[in-house]
């Protein structure tokens, strides 16, 4: 008999989730809890370089992929962080993705499968067969004749961007599973299936991403590329001051100063509404699109900017929707030593902390 029988063993598979943006890059390492996923390791690296020239940037929405800087900063944050796992999954950013609403007639799964293969050329600026393509089902709805449609939501990445990933993670050693665009891990983190109309502002440095959640579900996706960094540009030319010392400001005072700091405010906020009126024009493009739109109940601020402070009030007040920052660790277990970070953790891992998810739903 074995003496060591009573011990149950079991090993928890861990993954990482991966979030390239354009300045900086995410990890979250995550493994099987007690009753939820764990966070066992997280990090975040930032390119400061970029905050001086505009132009160093990891990816831009001209489908631009810097390969040599991402695995360096890459290699970097994992000699830092020392995850267990070598399993990866990243996200591509919104722009890396071309991606439109099509709709069909009602039809069976199968033959609707083969419809989408056939119509794709239509929609897709690249050849068929130099992209991968995926497609979700975001809704129904009937016309005056009573004829049904069901709506899908076309994706489409090039292949070569494929390749491009592919080949960065072999060179740091991870084993890349899957990619995953930034819109569906967003809601996998952040709604998890709850059924309120959602807008998702994800603020990174260099872009912005309206995301539209419904009935549990990725609807709806755009970019913008005024985000962040627009901010602290406004900052540093207004009051000529060095660009580093610009987005240290914009961290410390936030957006609704007042006294001595309203100037800050005075500064930013035409930059803040330039990115709502981006956001604003997507809800409007959306609501065409949709016979079954709904109007939006809250919007989750996402990213680097949810951390500006008096973003939220400013939001709400301009949206006249409740707008509330990111808190995707409530669906995690981690260690108690994190809770103090997890205000500020949260917008920054939303991305990451979806892909993780991904395997444990």
């Given at each position: ?67 040599k800087g991402i695995e360096e900063i890459l290699g970097t944050l994992l000699e830092k962080v020392q995850p267990h796992t070598k399993e990866a999954i990243a996200s591509l950013p919104g722009f890396s ?199 939006m109940e809250r919007i989750i601020l996402s990213g680097g900017g949810a951390n500006l402070m008096g973003i939220e009030a400013y939001v709400s007040e301009a949206m006249g929707v409740p707008a509330v ?37």
């Open positions: 008999m074995n003496p060591f029988s009573f011990v149950k063993q079991t090993i928890s598979p861990s993954y990482l989730g991966v979030d390239i943006g354009t300045t900086s890059i995410k990890i979250a390492e995550v493994t099987g809890g007690e009753q939820l996923p764990k966070l066992v390791n997280y990090g975040i690296l930032e390119s400061k370089s970029s905050l001086a020239r505009a132009n160093t940037v990891f990816q831009t929405s001209s489908l631009k992929l810097f390969e993705a071309f991606m439109t609403v099509v709709d069909f007639p009602e039809m069976s799964p199968q033959d609707l499968a083969r419809a989408i293969g056939f119509k794709a050329k239509e929609y897709i600026p690249l050849p068929v067969n130099e992209v991968a393509l995926d497609w979700l089902n975001v809704g129904t709805y009937e016309d005056e004749k009573g004829m049904r449609y069901v709506q899908v939501l076309l994706i489409s990445v090039p292949q070569e961007q494929i390749r491009k990933y592919q080949q960065i993670f072999r060179n740091v050693g991870l084993t890349l599973r899957a990619l995953e665009i930034e819109g569906l891990s967003l809601v996998r983190s952040l709604i998890a299936g709850d059924p309120t109309p959602t807008l998702i502002m994800d603020i990174g440095s260099r872009s912005t991403a309206a995301i539209i959640a419904d009935k549990g579900v990725l609807r709806f996706a755009t970019q913008s590329d005024f985000a962040g960094a627009s901010l602290t540009q406004s900052l540093a030319a207004s009051l000529n001051i060095n660009p580093v010392r610009a987005e240290e400001m914009k961290r410390e005072r936030g957006i609704l100063g007042t006294g001595p700091v309203s100037e800050l405010s005075t500064i930013m906020s035409p930059m803040l509404d330039a990115i709502l009126n981006e956001v604003k024009r997507s809800l409007r493009v959306y609501e065409s699109q949709f016979h079954d739109s709904r109007n920052k990111a808190a995707p660790l409530h669906r995690f277990e981690y260690e108690s030593g994190i809770e103090p970070l997890a205000g500020e953790l949260g917008p920054f891992l939303s991305v990451a902390l979806g892909l993780s998810l991904r395997e444990f739903t």
